[in-house]
């Protein structure tokens, strides 16, 4: 069953820091581990893993030539947002 979207954007104490993420998982009314963090910097995935989160590595968007994002220890990778629902399929999780 696919639960309706929502995205949540802010700041509390910044990435890496798990607090952001857990906020938006209480506004959205679910726990943590329900939610998938999609990130395009190292900070986004340690900020999803510090809250519990599965964090996927989108190898676009703001990364710099020199950047490993394959180091970042990431729980998968989406190279597009079409990309997001077969790795929710493949991970059970829709």
Do not use: N
Not at 72 to 79: E, L, P, R, S, T
């Amino acid at each position: 069953m696919l639960l309706p979207l929502r995205a949540i954007l802010f700041d509390l104490d910044g990435k890496p820091h798990a607090m952001p993420m857990l906020h938006a998982a209480k506004l959205a009314g679910v726990a943590a581990d329900e939610c998938v963090y999609v990130g395009d910097a190292e900070r986004d995935i340690q900020a999803a893993h510090a809250a519990g989160m599965p964090g996927l590595v989108t190898p676009y968007g703001y990364l710099q030539p020199d950047e490993d994002w394959r180091a970042w220890g990431g729980d998968g990778v989406i190279q597009s947002p079409l990309d997001l629902l077969p790795w929710l399929e493949h991970s059970g999780r829709l």
